[in-house]
């Protein structure tokens, strides 16, 4: 059974920091690349980051280049976006997202809410 778990949402202040980690299972992680996307209420899904299966190339959205990081762990098929410079609207559900290569859609996982206020 696949699933993707993610955890590390919260609640923060502007300026502040999370990681979040997404738990892979029921497929072979190290195959599939990693995606981050978030979603507030009423708006699409928007793309955040993605990592190759590797770890070595990642790509970001234009407003999270240089404050957010993703990596990724193959021995323990995890993937994680450290968040940094938190702003407010940065407030959304965080899902991550394994796609296998060359194919469309792939697997998600259930969310994590992140808040970032004062």
């Known amino acids: 059974q696949v699933q993707l778990v993610e955890s590390g949402g919260g609640l923060v202040q502007p300026g502040g920091s999370l990681k979040l980690s997404c738990a892979a299972s029921g497929f072979v992680f190290r195959n599939y690349n990693m995606r981050w996307y978030r979603q507030v209420p009423g708006k699409e899904r928007e793309f955040v980051a993605r990592?190759?299966?590797?770890?070595?190339?990642?790509n970001y959205f234009d407003s999270a280049k240089g404050r957010f990081t993703i990596s990724r762990d193959n021995a323990k098929k995890t993937v994680y976006l450290q968040m940094n410079s938190l702003r407010p609207e940065d407030t959304a559900v965080y899902y991550c997202?394994?796609?296998?290569?060359?194919?469309?859609?792939?697997?998600w996982g259930q969310g994590t809410q992140v808040t970032v206020t004062q």
């Open positions: 990592i190759d299966t590797t770890g070595y190339r990642a």
């Open positions: 997202n394994a796609h296998y290569p060359g194919t469309t859609g792939g697997h």
